[in-house]
């Protein structure tokens, strides 16, 4: 079963909320990853939690906090966002960790959760 | 560094027809090729990979992908479209060492026409 359950599916949020984006996955990956991604555009990474601890953190503005509480689930926390962060935020899973890992273990994603700062 | 070139944006063809998805890629370390697919107003799904191997490879749904090294290319290939597969397909490379992120392409998107 190869599946990222990501809550909510669309969320709309002002510019001064604060709110969360939940991604869980049940595979035993240890390896999971933030992406996101504007209308007609390839997947933009953000963030890579390997083991559960921030390997890789791409230059994303503060007001992304990811979290990684355990090994099946990972968090976007959101604060003070900018309409121009308006996007479709995919969670992703991959087995093992970013170290020692086979280069070719598949990437999976999750549906996405669509969201709308206004 | 490595980077991944989908020809064109956009791939319109009548039903039953053949297709063909262009993919190229550089890259200086050994790499492995994927290609997803996006449904409207969905997430990403695996449709096929190339790790190593035969290099022909074929999804559930009648796609086919064939690994040329030499041309670096890894072009998706379907002998009759339904509508169905209407999507935007995203060819992806991943490599090793530092170049173990998932780099995609811009996209094709195909329009299967009735």
């Known amino acids: 079963d190869t599946e990222v359950t990501q809550t909510p599916k669309h969320l709309v949020m002002g510019m001064t909320n604060k709110k969360s984006l939940k991604c869980e996955q049940h595979m035993g990956h240890r390896a999971m990853y933030w992406y996101k991604q504007k209308a007609k555009k390839p997947p933009e990474l953000m963030f890579v939690?390997?083991?559960?601890?921030?390997?890789i953190n791409e230059s994303v503005p503060s007001r992304f906090s990811p979290e990684c509480p355990n090994s099946s689930l990972l968090n976007l926390h959101l604060h003070a966002l900018q309409p121009e962060d308006s996007a479709l935020y995919l969670c992703?899973?991959?087995?093992?960790?970013?170290?020692?890992?086979?280069?070719?273990?598949?990437?999976?994603f999750g549906e996405g959760s669509w969201l709308t700062v206004v | 560094a490595q980077s991944v070139t989908q020809l064109d944006s956009q791939v319109p063809v009548f039903e039953e027809a053949p297709v063909e998805l262009r993919c190229n890629y550089s890259?200086?370390?050994?790499?492995?090729l994927f290609w997803y697919v996006q449904y409207p107003n969905q997430g990403l799904q695996l449709l096929l990979k190339?790790?190593?191997?035969?290099?022909l490879v074929k999804s559930i749904n009648g796609f086919e992908a064939e690994f040329n090294k030499s041309q670096t290319s890894f072009h998706l290939r379907k002998p009759s479209v339904h509508i169905s597969d209407t999507a935007e397909y995203f060819c992806a490379v991943k490599g090793s060492g530092s170049a173990r992120q998932l780099t995609f392409g811009s996209g094709t998107q195909l329009t299967v026409l009735p």
């Open positions: 992703a899973s991959s087995q093992g960790g970013l170290q020692g890992a086979q280069p070719g273990n598949t990437i999976y």
């Open positions: 190339y790790l190593s191997g035969s290099t």
């Open positions: 890259s200086s370390v050994s790499v492995y």
């Open positions: 939690y390997s083991y559960e601890k921030l390997s």
